[in-house]
């Protein structure tokens, strides 16, 4: 149980376009998501905490109008990068707060992301 | 600003136990000590929890001291699965409170 899916698991895109990145909890409903980034060689970091129905909060220096977030239901968060550009290149990997327990995140695969 | 405080680095034979230390001197009582461990390019893999207690899953055992300023995840038999980037993390056990990933220790399990 616990299973969180992204698609797409990799995606290369031109400078200026847009990419949806979607995370679902497979088997539990989750009321909170979160969304990080990872370049190489660093560790994760946090870029903001979905609430199902109501807006995300974006952690300190990430462009909430650049970095849309959208949780519509208990089971569907979408991350949508915005006139992407080289520098948005990353990995980017989302989580879901299981509802039953100690509110541990269970991870999603991530998402390689590739702005030419 | 990390809570915790891992070794940047760690190598274990395979077959034999790696005992991964943290320090969080500064946790608060209703913070529970958190591991997590990402494989290359990969999501990062929840492994256990604990409060104050002694705890053992199928995958580990975390060891927190009496004072709980630090705790050792232990691998009880490593393999070469096992090597990965393993993060000891301090957290509040509640649904809207994410976990911030500190540098973590690099395992590196040889045959």
């Known amino acids: 149980g616990a299973v969180v899916s992204q698609h797409p698991s990799w995606v290369i895109c031109k400078s200026g376009t847009s990419v949806k990145i979607e995370c679902r909890s497979l088997?539990?409903?989750?009321?909170?998501m979160f969304w990080y980034r990872q370049f190489p060689k660093q560790s994760l970091m946090l870029m903001a905490t979905?609430?199902?129905?109501?807006?995300?909060?974006?952690e300190q220096g990430v462009e909430k109008d650049k970095f849309l977030i959208n949780h519509a239901s208990l089971t569907l968060s979408t991350l949508t990068v915005t006139s992407a550009h080289p520098e948005d290149s990353s990995f980017y990997i989302c989580s879901a707060s299981h509802p039953v327990g100690g509110y541990e995140q269970y991870f999603g695969p991530g998402t390689r992301l590739t702005v030419t | 600003d990390a809570k915790t405080t891992q070794p940047p680095s760690m190598d274990c034979a395979e077959g034999r136990a790696a005992n991964l230390p943290c320090n969080h001197s500064t946790i608060s009582g209703n913070e529970y000590v958190y591991w997590y461990r990402q494989i290359h390019s990969q999501g990062p893999q929840y492994i256990i929890h604990?409060?104050?207690n002694n705890e053992t899953n199928e995958m580990a055992s975390l060891i927190i001291t009496e004072d709980r300023k630090s705790s050792t995840l232990i691998l009880p038999h490593a393999t070469l699965r096992d090597t990965a980037v393993y993060y000891c993390i301090v957290r509040v056990s509640q649904a809207g409170t994410a976990l911030i990933f500190g540098k973590g220790t690099t395992l590196s399990v040889s045959s």
């Open positions: 088997d539990f409903q989750a009321t909170t």
């Open positions: 604990g409060l104050k």
């Open positions: 979905s609430n199902e129905g109501s807006k995300a909060t974006y």
